[in-house]
């Protein structure tokens, strides 16, 4: 049976000095509705905040698109107080909201509590954290690595690194938690190879919404282990997870090749998904009213630039395939003629293909660099409209048409990377919450754009104009890092999944406590 919010009769007198202080304090600093003052008599209260600058942090993320202000913000000096806070919640009658903060790199308020609580997950990052990040070996399962939930994959880079070894699936950005990522799916080019990270986890510690401390597996509690994966923080909160690790390369061949010909571009990128060498694939657009180079990657040279602007010139758009093969002292003598053989046959614009040599983590961090150079100008910290979509195979050519061609380059709204790639959908479980569209290959688009405080809505109302045209030309588009503002759109983003979603909801998260700011379920 439940437990109510009775307390022991020696917290009597410890309550009643607790409502004193509220009343004389509360007209400074009134007392937050939707927060049980009994929540000041826990053993996490010293690790709650309430004040301003708190909730002011909690209350943005870094698409500065929503601002959802907090009652309170805690920061864990465990996971045991994250158990706590939750467990205290589910128990009242009056229950109140949760959301896990990783890194903040949310950009519609995913990761927000509105009048609930903000979990501080880097507040467990320290050095006397007990899951930190720690390598090991089975016969079973190889090396792997335990990983913390609030841990940053750069920080899991470099640790594994120490042992010759590293995870095989990653984001193009390393600045993200853990249980960020595997909570939504964790992509990038090397997805078609190993699928997203969520295919590469092989155990989990999670926190139900009704405070159970659970480890979970594809043998153990294994519908937990599948709903929290992909599951966008419905289920439960990830602070532990083993994560599959392999030798790690030392060094990449790092290739870009130049198209005008989408049809050209999109046969390729699918040969170099197909065939065995390729360690990443991905792939990019640059029209003629954007520069070759962006913050997310600077490539080509001041000369190389010159050559690129002029052929968009001529033909408004180019396609960008960028590849990449691993190496190491093994290979160091044959890697040059073993890409040759990969490329050879590929449909790139003589002349316009360009080469580098690279450490893994030069490659892998590549973002970084971009991010710091925004920041140092101040233009890092802006609305970030962006949109991410799984595009089924079938209609990537009418999406060219209509998105790329008739909608960005016309309108000439572009203001950030655009990537365009394929991955393997045999890579993905259908057992996971994640949700892609039911083709063999998927086309990942990302729409990356950055915006004034005063003219960012444009470029989201061009987000609203390509949804709505996926939709009229029948594209069975699935966005990534969803956002949606109405339950009927929830359900038709996870289609035949909707069922078994609320399922696991109400298996493992009744009273909705966890992760608000997705609004999949409107409790208010």
């Known amino acids: 049976m439940a437990e109510t919010c009775s307390f022991p009769e020696h917290f009597i007198v410890l309550l009643i000095i607790i409502s004193l202080l509220i009343t004389v304090i509360g007209k400074l600093n009134p007392w937050p509705k939707s927060l049980p003052h009994e929540i000041l008599s826990l053993d996490i209260a010293t690790r709650l905040r309430f004040d301003h600058d708190a909730t002011r942090i909690a209350s943005s993320d870094f698409g500065n698109l ?3 202000i907090p009652a309170a913000v805690l920061h864990p000096s465990s996971v045991t107080d994250i158990v706590d806070l939750i467990s205290f919640s589910y128990n009242c009658s009056a229950s109140f909201s949760i959301a896990a903060r990783g890194h903040g790199h949310s950009v519609r308020g995913q990761a927000m509590a509105h009048n609930g609580v903000v979990v501080d997950m880097t507040s467990l990052n320290t050095d006397n954290d007990k899951n930190g990040i720690r390598v090991s070996w089975s016969p079973s399962l190889g090396f792997y690595a335990d990983v913390g939930g609030e841990q940053l994959w750069i920080d899991v880079l470099h640790t594994t690194l120490e042992h010759g070894l590293a995870p095989v699936s990653w984001t193009d950005y390393l600045y993200l938690t853990v249980g960020g990522t595997l909570s939504n799916a964790g992509i990038s080019g090397q997805s078609f190879r190993y699928g997203p990270q969520i295919s590469n986890v092989h155990e989990m510690d999670v926190i139900t919404g009704k405070g159970e401390l659970l480890t ?31 030798k790690a390369p030392k060094r990449v061949k790092w290739v870009r090749m130049l198209y005008h010909d989408f049809s050209a571009f999109t046969r390729d990128q699918e040969h170099l998904i197909s065939v065995d060498g390729m360690d990443y694939v991905e792939g990019s657009l640059t029209t003629n009213h954007s520069p070759p180079n962006n913050w997310r990657s600077s490539f080509f040279s001041l000369h190389d630039q010159s050559r690129i602007s002029s052929i968009l010139n001529n033909h408004g758009i180019i396609y960008c395939l960028e590849a990449v093969k691993y190496y190491d002292d093994d290979s160091i003598l044959t890697v040059d003629e073993e890409l040759q053989v990969l490329l050879d046959g590929l449909s790139f614009i003589p002349g316009f293909i360009f080469k580098k040599d690279a450490s893994l983590v030069d490659f892998l961090n590549r973002v970084r660099s971009g991010e710091l150079s925004l920041q140092s100008k101040g233009l890092w910290d802006v609305p970030h409209p962006w949109l991410n979509l799984f595009v089924p195979k079938s209609g990537i050519m009418d999406f060219n048409a209509g998105v790329f061609v008739d909608i960005i380059h016309k309108r000439n709204k572009t203001s950030g990377p655009i990537l365009v790639y394929p991955t393997n959908r045999n890579k993905w479980d259908d057992r996971m919450s994640a949700v892609t569209p039911a083709e063999d290959t998927i086309y990942t688009v990302g729409l990356l754009h950055s915006g004034g405080f005063d003219d960012w809505e444009a470029l989201d109302d061009q987000n609203k104009d390509i949804l709505e045209f996926c939709d009229k030309a029948g594209i069975e588009a699935k966005q990534y890092l969803p956002h949606y503002r109405t339950k009927e759109e929830w359900i038709h983003h996870f289609g035949e999944k909707w069922s078994i979603f609320q399922e696991r909801k109400a298996k493992f998260d009744p009273k909705f406590i966890l992760s608000p700011g997705q609004r999949i379920f409107y409790k208010d």
Do not use: M, P, W
């Open 66 to 68: 929503a601002q959802l």
């Open 216 to 246: 979970c597996s594809k043998h153990i509690n294994s519908e937990l282990f599948y709903a929290v994966l992909g599951g966008l923080g419905q289920f439960g909160i990830i602070t532990r997870a083993r994560i599959v690790l392999d």
